[in-house]
């Protein structure tokens, strides 16, 4: 139970996602926390075992004793926005007093928890600025206002589309073409039920690997280096950087998820090590298909470990959390969001499931069409989307304790590389070949 009293319910939400006011993130909270073990030594080499870079926030900010001990504060999406800066503090090194000690293992605790009870999570990263997501979305989407023809160059259906473009209708939604998720959908209440897709995704995609390849993998069409657009001089950069940003952020929420769920620090980044990471936003072009109920991406989870969001410039991304409750997606400014996907679900035995979502033309993302309209602003949709995966050739299976989850048997071991083919094959992006 709380402590001390909660602080003051963040103000009403009333803008789209790029619209957003940002909200107040308290730096540590106590939550109930479960019997980790986390001894006062324990946790020191815990978070000082790895050196990583110091956020860039005030000095004054860098006290870990101002660590409070009251609830997070909560999103307009009723999730808890988690302030990663006090763990990367304690990763770098500032001396973490016990008092720090014992609400940085609440801060994991939350971390884990909102994973396995919604399958989402907001975080505040001092290293992924509001500037950053917006040099990413300014140079998408001038690629993607190029001609369909001009971005097919970029197209490697022999690679599974997992670099370069995946022009708008090869996608197909899970939803589309799986019988359990059909019947899933129609238990559902009314309102929470998702929008019917018509057929494959009208979204196109463009799937930027980031971060190290392996040198050797039986699985090279998953990790084949990145396709570079011609005639876009900042493009690499501003890639690789975001990338690399988005990267970090997710390599913490997996630390701190590890620590909350009483696995060692390093049992999922461990594995991620040389993963094929992808900067993957889409692109939708909301002048030819901006009509309302469009849907952009049907139902569908996502393959791979976590997934990340930075804020889109247009609304239309709902998310579903495990109670069965669809939410809008408002990620205020300066957060990220984090949902889960398949290979974390397998990793825990089924105790994290996946986060469904889709993307729809709402009203609000029609208001946001107006209004970029007016400002002679781009109508293409771009997502700041990056899917963080377990490396190919490492095994798929429950760890730690989670080989004894009452589902554990339904997730048996793996390659994640093969796991990915499957799902691939699945939603029409392996198989084809160019004619
Ligand atoms: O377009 C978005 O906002 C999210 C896209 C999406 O659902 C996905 O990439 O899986």
Redesign the pocket.
């Known amino acids: 139970a709380c402590t001390t009293a909660p602080p003051p319910a963040p103000p009403p939400y009333r803008g789209g996602e790029s619209l957003s006011r940002p909200v107040p993130c308290a730096p540590g909270f106590a939550v109930p926390a479960p019997a980790l073990p986390l001894s006062a030594p324990f946790l020191h080499a815990t978070f000082l075992s790895r050196p990583v870079a110091p956020p860039a926030v005030p000095p004054r900010q860098r006290n870990l004793t101002r660590l409070s001990r009251r609830r997070p504060p909560r999103s307009p999406m009723d999730l808890p926005v988690v302030d990663l800066a006090p763990f990367l503090q304690a990763a770098a090194g500032d001396a973490a007093p016990a008092e720090a000690e014992e609400a940085l293992r609440a801060l994991c605790a939350t971390v884990s928890a909102s994973l396995r009870d919604t399958g989402a999570l907001l975080v505040k990263d001092p290293r992924c600025t509001a500037a950053d997501n917006d040099r990413f979305l300014d140079v998408v989407e001038r690629y993607f206002a190029r001609s369909d023809d001009s971005k097919r160059l970029q197209e490697r259906p022999h690679l599974h589309y997992q670099v370069g473009v995946t022009p708008e209708g090869v996608e197909v939604p899970r939803s589309l073409v799986d019988k359990e998720m059909q019947d899933r959908i129609k238990s559902m209440p009314e309102e929470f039920q998702p929008a019917t897709p018509k057929g494959p995704d009208p979204?196109w995609?463009y799937m930027w690997r980031v971060g190290p390849r392996p040198s050797n993998t039986r699985f090279k069409e998953l990790n084949a280096e990145p396709v570079i657009p011609d005639g876009l001089p900042e493009w690499k950069e501003t890639m690789d950087s975001w990338g690399a940003k988005m990267i970090s952020a997710i390599e913490v929420v997996a630390e701190m998820a590890a620590i909350g769920f009483g696995l060692s620090k390093d049992a999922f980044t461990s594995l991620m090590k040389e993963g094929p990471h992808l900067l993957?936003p889409?692109g939708?072009n909301l002048l030819r298909h901006g009509s309302e109920g469009t849907v952009?991406?049907g139902f569908?989870y996502?393959l791979n470990f976590l997934?990340i969001?930075g804020r889109?410039r247009f609304p239309?991304?709902n998310i579903w959390l495990r109670n069965g409750k669809k939410m809008e997606?408002k990620v205020p400014v300066g957060c990220l969001l984090i949902q889960s996907g398949k290979q974390l679900e397998w990793l825990t035995g089924g105790e994290c499931l996946a986060g469904m979502?889709?993307?729809v033309v709402t009203k609000r993302t029609l208001e946001a069409i107006e209004l970029a309209k007016e400002q002679n602003r781009s109508l293409w949709?771009i997502?700041s989307?990056l899917f963080s995966h377990i490396a190919s050739d490492a095994t798929l299976k429950p760890l730690g304790h989670f080989a004894e989850a009452p589902n554990a048997h339904s997730y048996p071991p793996i390659c994640a590389g093969e796991y990915v083919e499957q799902e691939l094959s699945a939603i029409n992006l392996k198989g084809k070949v160019a004619l």
Request: proline letters at 0%; charged letters at 25%; zero cysteines.
């Open positions: 979204k995609r993957a889409t939708s952009f991406a569908h996502d997934t969001h889109s239309g991304l997606v979502h889709e993307v949709r997502s989307t």
